[in-house]
């Protein structure tokens, strides 16, 4: 078994640990020479870029369209919008200067004092701003609208605690911004963009989530109403994995966006903005990954199939390359991304490490013997079960495994979300329970200043009002007042 192997601690032992060792030792990210912020390395570019791609895919079937706005933002268009200020000042780092001098006592560059810009550069945390700005000279009749962008960029935001992928200074996402006729048509967008994260999560992460709206002290700053999909990690602690934001009117006022409308009328735009992150490689992490390292979805990882050689001269390779090669093209017309490793640079037992630890789905090994045999030794990943196959038609056989792999994952975490969840009525109950982690349903009487009490006496925050949660009579558990449904609360990253 490899080193990188045996050095990863377990989760039992130190979850957190367990994480940051697995993100390093499977490729897939390490720390930059910048203080907060993260190199990803190309294994685990790649799964990005399997999520770009489909969620690309899946924007474009609803007419969105991607575009690219700047890097920099004039600090004076943040102050348009006071929530969105508000909400984002502390994060914000400032561009003050444009050029660099050699310093004059010898020691290295320093800021050219003469060199001060006029107005400072705020780097983005966020576009919905200089969007705007932009969505004044676009917009100007009922025919221009709806208006359907999005952009995939990095923004900044200078965290003081953070972790790969999951919170870091710099992180790569999208982000759309639309802007519509009528209020029913934005929130029907924002609900819609909701739906295709949540599809997008379930369908190719195996990521079981709950669709709801957030409260009004966790909304997005500048949101009339923030939707989330919320996932649960092996841990029991929430993941915020996608939010979709009903903006109202808010931006189109403070840029003064307006239209022409059919009766001839000038009114506000009304907009959404909606996103994901570099977060759901967090996500993806810690939902499915186990003691021996990464367990990858099929949907998303960059090899599904690896293919090992088992032989001891070149005359036995040759043999079982001339098998395998034809095995490699068929799989590949199947659509299945596959690596045939019959690199000599590492033994077998390296090498089955080596993937078993970066969660490739499906690896088939076989050699001279099996030749003879017609058959080929098969492991999953999800389940490191081995098993013997034949050779023949083991094209359609993996292409079904797959499936069964991704379906078995999406299971497995569905089943330890819901046997994590629980329905809780005194505060001593949830007191008790949310030191075991889960998902807690319980009473909540709606305001923020109970909100507040309960994080700030347990760390437990609201996730999400559920959207499809039923009316339900019920008492506040911490203010014992009326209440008519249960919300979800839990600790979270």
Known sequence: MAKELKDLTKRAENYSQWYNDLVVKADLAEQSAVRGCMVIKPYGYAIWEKMQRCLDDMFKATGVQNAYFPLLIPKS??????????????ECAVVTHHRLMNDPNGKGVVVDPEARLEEELIIRPTSETIIWNTYRNWINSYRDLPLLCNQWCNVMRWEMRTRLFLRTAEFLWQEGHTAHATSEEAQAEAIQMLNVYADFAERYM????????????????????????????????????????????????????????????????????????????????MTHSDDNGLVLPPHLAPIQVVIVPIYKNNDQLADIDAVVNPVVDRLRNLGISVKYDNADNKRPGF??????????????????????????????????????????????????????????IYTKALNHRESMTYKVDTWD??????????FLLAHWDGTTETEEKIKEETKATIRCIPLDAEEEEGKCIYTGKPSKRRVIFARNY
């Open 77 to 90: 268009f943040l102050s348009r919008e006071a929530e969105h200020v508000e909400g984002f000042a502390k």
């Open 351 to 408: 090498k089955f490490a080596d993937y078993e630890l970066k969660g490739v789905p499906v690896r088939l090994v076989l050699g001279p013997r099996d030749i003879e045999n017609g058959t080929v030794e098969v492991m999953r990943r999800d389940t490191l079960e081995k098993h013997s196959a034949p050779l023949e038609g083991i094209e359609e056989y993996v292409k079904n495994l797959l499936e069964a792999i991704q379906q078995n």
């Open 206 to 285: 195996a990521l079981p989530v709950v669709k709801g709206v957030k409260t009004a002290n966790e909304r997005f700053a500048g949101a009339i109403e923030t939707y989330t999909i919320e996932a649960m990690m092996q841990d029991g602690k929430a993941l915020q994995s996608g939010t979709s934001h009903f903006l109202g009117q808010n931006f189109a006022k403070a840029f003064d966006v307006k239209f022409i409308n059919q009766e001839n009328q000038l009114e506000y735009v009304w907009a959404t903005s909606w996103g994901v992150s570099t977060r759901l490689m967090g996500a993806l992490i």
């Open 429 to 438: 109950e949830f007191k008790e329970q949310i030191e075991k982690g889960g």
